[in-house]
């Protein structure tokens, strides 16, 4: 007895579905949009007929098919089984996925909702979330054509307890990408010229699609000559003949060139432009050190500013010449080997310097306007655009410098003469008072020393006398006012006096005559010595002295 009850309660186990798993049953009846299946042990339920469809389609179930179920009451209050095969779905999916995750295998499933941050995906199931970044390689803004389509997924993550699955349709799409690249990559080789699609534009150049790869054509390999910006030549969609230039195989790299299929115009520069010669460009670019001159597209050279103007010194290259603007320049210097060609801009004009030298020979007036006003002399502006100096000492003849550059004003319009131009030191050298003759000359004209004038006294003071020649002041020392120390007094002369003096000394750089009572009187014994003969033949000084004033009386 015991063991039949016990085979008894094995059979009803075994019959008897179990609560929480996924049976097997068949399709009975389809009747008000519901299926009636029969699960077994005279179990039947009630499942929806939109839970047989997949997201975007009809429902495909008839009465005779065998479906699995999730069982999830054995008898609801009506006495059917409460089934689902939404959730017996799920189930079979999440087996499925486990595997396939552990694999590493793609999934296929269709977006069908959109959520905050991404998109819901069906796998069969089980429900995904597909984050927005993980859609395709590039964002997208419209995934409308995406939705309801079935394609491959990878799993990037997923969590049964918590009933998490997190997809990404851009790794398969990467992948994909990754091995056409391998295989475009391997059918390629550096020197090979092929077509190609610019498919974007930066700053710094153009990727080229290759059919399936992206090269990028950088800005400077585009042209031989200077290109600002990629847009110049190209245009997104245009279809480009372009060189590979370098492959880089591990990182898939592609590098493109389109000036290689042209022909390098340095090649004949030191040809085509001798040292010295003169020939027209255009500005292409200034910068704080000068500015680049394009010969020809492809060959740039650089005026340097020291090279830009004969006259304007440190200034900024674009306050001498503009971009665009065409401008004659000679060729300086060529490094064929660093690609430089240094040019000059002022060679192309006369050194003013010269010019001024040739037509303003030294005693030339001119007139200017006062530039500028130092401690040391006038800057008088000249024809050329280039400046004189007339130092302190050639302001006046009369006083010094010093006091008279007051009188001078920036903006004055003075005349003065040349006394030197110096090419080479791009220095002219005027005078003002040189317009007008020197008085010390005229009054000293036909003065010689040891020459005896008579001078007029001026001033007396203490350690001399000064006096007045023909409108030159000069001063005697008391140690020159006679012969006799007795007589060196100052006091003994009265202003107005009339002296004669003897000329000792002609300075033309200081303007000033030595003059000596002194000397005179010494010079007057000498030759009444050598006239009325000496104290050696017996006469006496005085004798003699006084024999020469007879006779100058007598005269």
Not at 133 to 155: C, H, T
Not at 238 to 254: A, F, L, Y
Not at 496 to 520: E, F, H, M, Q, Y
């Amino acid at each position: 007895m015991d063991e039949f009850e016990a085979l008894l309660q094995e059979s009803f186990e075994i019959d008897t579905p179990q609560e929480g798993t996924v049976v097997k049953g068949k399709v009975i009846a389809i009747e008000a949009g519901q299926a009636i299946i029969d699960v077994g042990y005279k179990m039947e339920g009630r499942v929806d007929l939109k839970e047989f469809a997949n997201p975007g389609e009809a429902p495909s179930i008839k009465v005779g098919d065998e479906v699995e179920v999730y069982l999830r009451a054995a008898e609801n209050a009506r006495g059917e089984a409460v089934i689902s095969r939404e959730m017996a779905r799920r189930e079979e999916a999440w087996d499925r996925l486990e595997k396939a995750y552990a694999s590493e295998e793609r999934v296929e499933g269709a977006i069908f909702g959109r959520v905050k941050g991404g998109f819901t995906v069906d796998l069969g199931g089980a429900v995904a979330f597909l984050p927005g970044s993980q859609v395709d390689v590039r964002p997208v803004r419209d995934a409308g054509p995406l939705m309801g389509l079935k394609q491959p997924f990878q799993i990037l993550k997923m969590d049964r307890r918590r009933g998490n699955i997190v997809v990404s349709r851009r790794a398969i799409l990467e992948e994909s990408r990754a091995e056409q690249r391998a295989e475009v990559i391997g059918n390629l080789t550096e020197g090979q010229v092929v077509d190609g699609v610019v498919k974007n534009i930066t700053e710094y150049g153009a990727f080229v699609d290759l059919g399936g790869v992206d090269g990028l054509l950088h800005v400077t390999d585009m042209a031989w000559r200077r290109v600002n910006h990629p847009s110049e030549i190209l245009s997104i969609g245009e279809t480009i003949k372009v060189q590979v230039i370098k492959i880089n195989k591990e990182t898939h790299r592609i590098s493109l060139g389109m000036k290689q299929l042209q022909d390098d115009p340095w090649h004949s520069v030191e040809t085509k432009y001798p040292l010295e010669s003169v020939h027209t460009g255009r500005v292409t670019n200034i910068t704080e050190y000068g500015a680049f001159v394009e010969l020809e597209p492809g060959v740039e050279g650089l005026v340097h500013v020291s090279e830009m103007s004969w006259t304007k010194k440190n200034v900024h290259p674009g306050k001498i010449v503009s971009t665009s603007q065409e401008v004659e320049v000679m060729v300086l210097e060529i490094d064929s080997a660093k690609r430089r060609v240094s040019l000059g801009l002022k060679q192309t004009q006369r050194n003013p310097w010269e010019v001024f030298a040739e037509t303003h020979p030294e005693g030339t007036a001119v007139e200017g306007e006062v530039k500028n006003i130092t401690e040391f002399g006038l800057f008088i502006g000249l024809p050329g655009d280039i400046d004189g100096m007339v130092h302190l000492s050639d302001l006046t003849w009369e006083g010094r410098g010093e006091d008279v550059i007051g009188d001078y004003r920036k903006g004055d319009v003075v005349k003065a003469k040349v006394l030197e131009v110096d090419v080479e030191k791009e220095r002219i050298s005027l005078s003002i008072k040189a317009l007008d003759e020197d008085p010390f000359a005229d009054a000293v004209d036909g003065v010689k020393r040891g020459t005896v004038i008579t001078v007029e006294v001026t001033k007396i003071e203490d350690g001399g006398i000064e006096v007045e020649y023909e409108g030159m002041k000069s001063f005697i020392r008391r140690s020159d006012l006679s012969r006799d120390r007795a007589d060196q007094r100052p006091e003994r002369f009265s202003v107005g006096d009339k002296v004669d003096v003897r000329v000792t000394n002609i300075d033309p750089k200081t303007r000033k005559l030595g003059l000596s009572i002194k000397a005179r009187e010494i010079a007057e014994e000498k030759e009444a010595v050598e006239q009325y003969g000496s104290s050696d033949s017996g006469a006496s000084l005085g004798d003699i002295l006084g024999a020469a004033l007879k006779v100058s009386a007598n005269d």
